[in-house]
């Protein structure tokens, strides 16, 4: 499985952006997809995730109730709608799928990344 995330750009804050994953294969239909990020110096955070068939989502406490993850099993995509961004949300973004059709804050969890995507929120 092959991930592409896109999306990215810089943005003032309190602004959006609407990131995507494409993923390569239609058998990653069936696997939980999360996003991931990494801001300069830091270790990596969790942000969110959704299940296969995107009944079930769950999310990181910094981004709750400002971020929607959502995903297009027709089109093997999956989105991440980011609102009220803040400056801390200036990170680079990755999306990775897991192993299984459920999965959560574990990067351990993901067998597959995508390249990530670089989001700069402007104070």
């Known amino acids: 499985v092959q991930l592409q995330a896109s999306g990215g750009g810089l943005v003032q804050a309190g602004g959006s952006l609407r990131l995507s994953c494409a993923a390569s294969?239609?058998?990653?239909?069936?696997?939980?997809v999360g996003w991931f990020r990494q801001a300069p110096g830091k270790e990596r955070e969790f942000v969110a995730a959704i299940s296969w068939n995107g009944g079930s989502t769950t999310y990181g406490d910094s981004v709750k109730g400002r971020f929607t993850i959502s995903r297009d099993r027709s089109k093997n995509t999956v989105h991440l709608q980011m609102d009220s961004l803040k400056p801390e949300d200036t990170a680079v973004y990755y999306c990775a799928a897991a192993r299984g059709s459920f999965a959560g804050a574990q990067s351990a969890s993901y067998a597959y990344w995508g390249q990530g995507t670089l989001v700069t929120v402007s104070s």
């Open positions: 294969r239609r058998t990653s239909s069936n696997n939980a």
